[in-house]
């Protein structure tokens, strides 16, 4: 499962040009760092038409009615929602980070699964057409050995080189489990926790105060 995440980068044009895409001037001037992304946000994706890549704004969760944030690799390919995308509108989400958590539902504290180096992410996703412009969902898959003691499922993370294949075809064997080395999980401050928070502190190494409670908690599909 993913259900926040992060892209802290100043620019994105330093995004795109680490997806080897292109990045229009006013998508550009869209963007802003975000350190708690949650569904239904305006975050940005890179998609291909076979000619060019390039990144484009797109909100998070098929469906306008009860966003589907996230397909299981698994059954990608059979499910109705998600088959056509699977087959035809492949995308990556960009990302520095994701968060899953741990501990007593009453003080449940997160813990920032990201690059050791501080580098990118490539998250495997799916986008579909939307009232407001294009949608996506995150593929997930089942946790490898540094996320599975806090969760049992982590979004497909696609190592750069085969960024190109994802997008030229379905490719279901890229659909696995981060390898070794790829993450490091990280407790960070429960700021977090709540979608009303989206700045630096986010990030900062956990505190010792009692959690901050979600006030917006939004009941979705998490797959």
């Known amino acids: 499962m993913c259900g926040r995440f992060s892209l802290s980068k100043r620019e994105l044009v330093e995004i795109a040009d680490w997806l080897e895409a292109e990045l229009a001037a006013e998508v550009a001037a869209q963007y802003r760092p975000r350190y708690n992304v949650a569904p239904t946000d305006l975050h940005f994706i890179a998609r291909s038409d076979g000619k060019r890549r390039v990144v484009l704004p797109a909100r998070w969760g098929f469906s306008d009615e009860k966003p589907l944030i996230n397909a299981r690799a698994e059954s990608v390919a059979e499910k109705p929602s998600f088959r056509e995308a699977f087959a035809r509108r492949r995308c990556v989400v960009p990302a520095d980070g994701f968060f899953e958590w741990t501990g007593d539902k009453k003080a449940r504290r997160p813990i920032w699964f990201h690059p050791p ?37 982590m979004p497909v993370i696609l190592p750069p080189a085969c960024i190109g294949e994802w997008l030229a075809a379905p490719r279901a064997e890229l659909l696995v489990p981060a390898a070794p080395g790829v993450l490091l999980g990280t407790p960070v401050s429960s700021r977090v926790n709540s979608v009303e928070h ?3 502190a986010c990030l900062a190494p956990q505190e010792t105060e009692e959690p901050v409670e979600n006030p917006r908690d939004r009941q979705l599909k998490l797959l």
């Open 198 to 200: 989206d700045d630096p």
């Open 117 to 153: 180096d501080g580098g990118l992410l490539a998250f495997a996703g799916l986008w579909e057409p939307g009232r407001d412009g294009p949608r996506f969902t995150i593929l997930t898959t089942e946790a490898n050995a540094t996320v599975a003691p806090v969760h049992d499922r």
